[in-house]
């Protein structure tokens, strides 16, 4: 028999007398509240809540990208999960219209309460960071002091372990790499994309040169298409890229990468969808992300100008930096630099076609 569920009231499984009761402005104790601490005590403490879910979700898919194997059912799990987590980098971004119905005296009337405390010493943020696969080496700093110096204890113990871990980048690279379709029986991908451009270059080149247009503009337009070829062969020469891999111009190794151009080829292939929508999910988070440390500059200069910030950084500019600097799936990003339209793209044999697809036999077993 199924044991009866026991009875559990709404208040209890939520525990809301604790989290009702977390909220202490330090204005309060001197007769003469600020009004506005309240407001960004709470958008802070709901941030929190939605980072404890985002590693949630992160570490979920880590877990399954870990596997040595992971079928399509994982992958649309994984698409589902990250889903989420853009959506919630949406509402992260939306909070800031709230917070910024306080204006720049309201928040003088209790940021003096507040130093030396500071966003920077959020550990469940810093975490997202490093798991999503922003480790020391890639970041920008200030002051010359390492990020984890904000925390002591346990809490800098599980920061340098996750450095040390494998992040969700090295496993996307991982997965990538082990993805089959680079080299499929009667089908060489990168020979055949290489084929491809070679036509399409060649193709741009002959229509320039039979316009009606001035010499002048013939000449710029044609440095343009050998620029384009350049780029190219330097795309297709392994040995360059992993010499701008080691130089850190680009995070995603070369095989990774055609993988990824491959997904975003093919991605109409019913077996690619899922994982080109993975792709574009990681981009979308990235800019996301981004997105937030932007508005977070542009909230600081409203608030505060060109104050240092109330943890020691220089405020708005250490921000500034952060923007691009702390971007990780560029690369995946650059995929788009690469695409060619569909009248070049390489036919794929009919074997390999029905390997991408979702057949049924109407064979009767």
């Not at 309201?106 to 490093?130: M, T, W």
């Not at 346990?154 to 340098?160: A, G, N, Y």
């Not at 977070?296 to 500034?320: A, D, F, R």
Request: proline content about 2%.
């Amino acid at each position: 028999m199924s044991k009866k569920p026991s009875s559990v009231h709404y208040n209890e499984y939520l525990d809301l007398d604790k989290i009702l009761d977390a909220q202490h402005p330090l204005s309060k104790g001197n007769n003469n509240e600020a009004h506005e601490e309240m407001l960004f005590i709470i958008i802070h403490q709901t941030y929190e809540l939605w980072f404890k879910q985002i590693i949630h979700e992160i570490n979920s898919v880590i877990h399954l990208l870990s596997k040595e194997k992971m079928d399509e059912e994982n992958v649309g799990i994984v698409v589902g999960r990250f889903d989420r987590v853009s959506k919630i980098l949406d509402v992260l971004v939306q909070q800031l219209d709230i917070l910024e119905t306080m204006t720049a005296l309201d928040f003088l009337d209790f940021r003096n309460y507040l130093s030396p405390a500071s966003g920077f010493q959020s550990h469940q943020f810093r975490k997202i960071e490093v798991i999503l696969g922003l480790k020391i080496n890639k970041r920008h700093h200030f002051g010359g002091c390492p990020y984890h110096d904000q925390f002591s204890g346990e809490k800098k113990e599980e920061i340098l372990d996750l450095e040390s871990d494998n992040s969700l980048f090295t496993l996307v690279e991982k997965w990538l790499e082990r993805i089959p379709f680079l080299q499929m029986e009667g089908f060489d991908f990168i020979e055949q994309y290489k084929s491809a451009v070679a036509k399409m270059l060649d193709r741009e080149m002959s229509i320039i040169n039979s316009s009606s247009i001035s010499d002048n503009d013939k000449a710029i337009r044609i440095k343009m298409i050998k620029e384009n070829q350049k780029y190219f062969q330097n795309i297709f020469d392994e040995k360059n890229h992993r010499q701008s891999h080691e130089n850190g111009m680009t995070k995603l190794s070369y095989k990774a990468t055609m993988s990824a151009l491959l997904i975003n080829l093919y991605g109409e292939q019913p077996i690619l969808q899922l994982p080109y929508k993975f792709l574009r999910q990681l981009v979308e988070i990235d800019h996301k992300i981004s997105l937030w440390r932007f508005r977070h500059v542009q909230m600081v200069e409203k608030m505060l100008g060109q104050k240092i910030g109330t943890g020691g950084s220089s405020g708005q500019g250490y921000l500034k930096q952060t923007v691009d600097k702390h971007r990780l799936f560029e690369d995946i990003a650059n995929i788009a630099t690469l695409m060619i339209s569909r009248e070049y793209l390489p036919k794929l044999p009919t074997n390999i076609e029905e390997k991408l697809s979702f057949n049924f036999s109407n064979k009767k077993i």
